[in-house]
């Protein structure tokens, strides 16, 4: 992800460049986690356009990767998404380094990602069907 524009709140990438691209994180030392929080434009600036279900602008479909040996591995993905607060849950891993490989928005030829949270949260009774879930706030 070449960022061409932040002002404090967004990370846009570069329309010239095709997707996929990808924001990578990184820790300082190994880390667990089992959860990352992702907030995406959805134009709350503007009003939707007609026949616009959806913006255009917000990240469709993307892929939670982490390092394993000389590749990457995939802990959690998203298939369809719209909306604008993404948790993405899965079982713990250690890494020192996050990936969000963006493949598809909704239109949009720019990602856009307003933040990225990452935690190792204590859950419990949670069921496995739990482990992975969208939300909208």
Same mark, same amino acid.
């Given at each position: 992800? +070449? =960022? ?6 967004? +990370?846009?990438?570069? &329309?010239? /460049?095709?997707? %996929? #691209?990808?924001? @990578?994180?990184?820790?300082?030392? *190994?880390?667990?986690?089992?959860? =990352? ?8 600036? $503007? &009003? ?5 279900? $959806?913006? *255009?602008?917000?990240?469709? /479909?993307?892929?939670? $990767?982490? &390092? ?10 998203? #298939?369809?998404?719209?909306? !604008?607060?993404?948790? !993405?849950?899965? &079982?713990?891993?250690?890494?020192? $380094? ?10 949009? %030829?720019?990602?856009?990602?307003? @933040? ?6 204590v859950i419990s009774n949670c069921k ?10």
């Amino acid at each position: 992800l +070449r =960022v061409i524009a932040w002002n404090g709140w967004e +990370r846009l990438a570069d &329309p010239a /460049r095709p997707l %996929p #691209q990808w924001l @990578e994180l990184s820790f300082p030392r *190994p880390t667990e986690f089992n959860a =990352v929080y992702l907030t995406f434009d959805t134009d709350l600036d $503007r &009003p939707p356009e007609k026949g616009e279900p $959806r913006s *255009p602008r917000t990240v469709k /479909r993307y892929l939670l $990767r982490v &390092p394993e040996g000389e590749g990457w591995k995939t802990v959690a993905e998203a #298939q369809d998404n719209w909306m !604008r607060l993404n948790v !993405r849950r899965f &079982p713990t891993d250690s890494a020192d $380094r996050l990936r969000v490989e963006v493949l598809e928005t909704n239109g949009d %030829p720019s990602a856009r990602i307003y @933040e990225v949270r990452v935690f190792n949260e204590v859950i419990s009774n949670c069921k496995k069907s739990d482990q992975s879930s969208v939300t909208d706030h």
